[in-house]
């Protein structure tokens, strides 16, 4: 298979030998690709040159065969998934992939949309659901939405208004973004800075839980003064110094993060919950309940295209998902 990966120093393409599947394993051929922000944060760890790193972490295509295990697909379904962290990405003609990751993709939409979807959507829902463990019964509580202009925001957005009914309250910087909110269903979108004082401005009730988007180090305090007692705070990237944890102590405030990868890094009991999560967005996407997030498109997968958009990722200023499509 043709393939494009990161020497370390600029994108290259190469013959990449990809085995037969095996076991749980699919060989998919790639149609469209997203590139996300741990696309640029896994690329400035190559430093090999002479072993360029495939990246890629988000995918649609077809099952071109499959592993002497797999029972979920059959070759010739349509499918997406996010992919696996330690194995090569989706940056290629064909991809192997664990059926337990993959997902039918929603039948009402391309393969460049659908590609939009898989990883902000697995983040997004397990952010709220398994690590907030948000369920119907907090449906008359108010989640706020840290930096939710991006992919994993705008799914968590749809997910907390579709599908539990919850009062949204998001950040975003600029009127676009903001438009981009509100279009996504939050309630109310705030500035990042001085969230406190906006709530008390705006009469709003404070939150029951946080998910943080943006570097929790900009952010740690402010939740900390505003969240109800007893409520939870969910972050999604590193922390660039220690927290006090004990500020936590008073309100009983629940820390928790989320990592999209840690089912299929390390092959967990309950890997397939992402194949379950996925089918789930597709069924909510095909309902029309929910909607692409795929906001700039380009085309075809080759070298030009893909260093364009982590160009555009760098930037950190990327409303929705960016998607390359053949």
Request: aromatic share 6%.
């Amino acid at each position: 298979m043709q393939a494009i990966g990161y020497n370390g120093k600029s994108f290259v393409e190469f013959e990449h030998r990809l085995d037969a599947p095996e076991g749980h394993d699919l060989l998919v051929e790639v149609k469209a690709v997203s590139i996300n922000p741990i696309d640029s944060k896994v690329k400035q760890t190559v430093a090999d040159a002479s072993n360029p790193k495939i990246l890629g972490f988000d995918c649609a295509g077809v099952v071109r065969s499959v592993g002497d295990q797999v029972g979920l697909f059959k070759v010739g379904d349509e499918v997406y998934y996010a992919g696996d962290i330690t194995r090569d990405g989706s940056n290629a003609t064909h991809q192997l992939v664990d059926e337990r990751i993959v997902a039918l993709k929603p039948k009402t939409l391309d393969f460049a949309q659908a590609a939009a979807l898989p990883l902000a959507s697995i983040t997004a829902w397990e952010s709220l659901f398994d690590r907030l463990k948000i369920t119907q019964a907090d449906k008359d509580k108010t989640l706020l939405l840290i930096g939710a202009a991006g992919g994993v925001g705008s799914m968590a957005m749809q997910f907390a208004k579709q599908v539990i009914g919850m009062k949204v309250v998001a950040t975003a910087s600029r009127a676009e973004s903001k438009d981009w909110c509100l279009k996504m269903g939050a309630d109310v979108v705030l500035d990042h800075q001085n969230l406190a004082e906006q709530f008390k401005q705006q009469s709003l009730s404070n939150p029951d839980y946080i998910l943080c988007m943006g570097v929790p180090d900009d952010y740690f305090e402010q939740m900390v003064e505003i969240i109800n007692p007893q409520g939870g705070i969910c972050l999604l990237a590193n922390a660039r110094e220690p927290y006090d944890l004990n500020l936590l102590k008073a309100k009983s405030i629940t820390l928790v993060w989320e990592m999209m990868f840690t089912r299929s890094m390390f092959q967990t009991d309950d890997l397939i919950k992402q194949h379950k999560l996925l089918n789930r967005v597709s069924e909510l996407i095909d309902q029309q309940q929910i909607v692409s997030i795929a906001t700039q498109q380009l085309s075809p997968i080759n070298i030009d295209n893909i260093t364009q958009a982590h160009q555009l990722i760098k930037q950190g200023d990327m409303i929705g998902k960016l998607v390359i499509g053949n």
